[in-house]
């Protein structure tokens, strides 16, 4: 066995390398997205299943696969080791920029489920369901034990748990700052007024932008603090709803000025499916809001499919031209970057390119 020793060797310092290397966004197996990566090792590869925002990162809620490298040398003592794919981890919760945040479900390799909590895509919390400890794969377990490792040693300090009064301080001042960030949002969508057409539609300031993303901050400490405690995550959820909702103002603004209203329109029926009415009675006006521009949405884009048919009809019987004006009648009408992706092509052929 003259080779094997140092050829296990050098895989194994090759992967302390990069076990060590700092957390870093990385794109996904298809290139499309960009997710955060806690512990890089040599050949992780993901596959992000929801959505991903204008900027590229993973948005919204989705499933999160990471899969890597088992270096195992081979019988051959002269061989190399052999680079073999193995499943690591299956995650799923909410993404806000390529990192987790909030209540996450770890399913690992070896089929167990593990109940997460993150913050800006930080592991604070963990339990699990089941009552007997399965014994991780061999072909993973150096990755999974160094991550745990890892976690345990990048985690804050346990957080005493506020005492009434602290938490009465803290729904106070909550719901003052939701009530400030839900008037400015107001002013700045000329109060929430219906929406009849998409060009009516701007994107926030950035003030505007910067209040949503601090309320979304607040809440995300709150519920750190709390944890699991039903009650008091009960007594947050008027709150939690304006900031989901108020949210959703800003993407979708960002989405329809950036002219993708249909990304825009599977947010918002997305996000009221799951919250059809308010909690609130000062949360009517913002879900009249969000639900008129569903409904314009709605509307625009069975528009817009009567000429995407005959476009498509068109550019099948070779009317390049016609099947062109249809399909920029489509886009005029209902944004969407699939209809653009149709013109360029035809365009493009036109021209032989």
């Not at 944890?227 to 900031?243: C, F, K, Q, V, W």
């Amino acid at each position: 066995m003259p080779l094997r020793c140092p050829l296990v060797c050098s895989a194994l310092l090759l992967l302390g390398h990069f076990v060590y290397a700092g957390a870093s966004y990385q794109r996904t197996k298809d290139g499309k997205t960009l997710v955060w990566n806690n512990y890089p090792l040599p050949g992780d590869e993901a596959i992000w299943s929801g959505e991903r925002d204008a900027e590229g990162y993973a948005t919204g809620p989705g499933t999160l696969t990471w899969s890597g490298v088992d270096w195992t040398v081979r019988p051959d003592s002269n061989a190399a080791p052999q680079k073999r794919p193995i499943l690591v981890n299956r995650y799923t919760g909410n993404m806000v920029r390529g990192k987790f945040d909030g209540p996450v479900v770890n399913v690992n390799a070896s089929g167990k489920t593990v109940h997460l909590t993150f913050v800006t895509g930080r592991k604070v919390r963990e339990y699990t369901e089941d009552t007997d400890e399965q014994q991780e794969g061999q072909q993973h377990q150096q990755h999974q034990q160094h991550e745990e490792e890892r976690a345990m040693a990048d985690a804050p300090s346990p957080t005493p748990q506020p005492d009434a009064a602290q938490k009465n301080q803290a729904l106070v001042e909550l719901k003052e700052q939701t009530d400030s960030v839900l008037s400015q949002i107001a002013n700045a969508t000329g109060n929430f007024q219906d929406v009849e057409r998409l060009d009516s539609v701007q994107e926030l300031p950035p003030p505007a932008s910067e209040s949503i993303g601090s309320l979304g901050s607040r809440i995300r400490e709150l519920r750190a603090k709390i944890g699991s405690d039903s009650t008091a995550l009960n007594e947050y959820r008027p709150e939690i709803a304006t900031a989901e909702a108020l949210s959703l103002v800003k993407q979708v603004s960002r989405d329809i000025a950036m002219s993708d209203a249909a990304e825009a329109n599977s947010k918002l029926a997305d996000f009221l499916q799951t919250n059809p009415e308010p909690r609130a009675e000062n949360q009517k006006i913002l879900w009249s809001y969000l639900q008129s521009l569903e409904n314009l949405c709605d509307r625009l884009e069975k528009e817009a499919e009567t000429h995407l048919q005959r476009a498509q009809s068109l550019a099948a019987a070779n009317k390049t031209t016609e099947a062109i004006r249809e399909y920029q009648e489509a886009y005029r009408t209902f944004p969407n970057p699939a209809t653009a992706g149709k013109i360029r092509e035809l365009q493009d052929n036109s021209l032989g390119l």
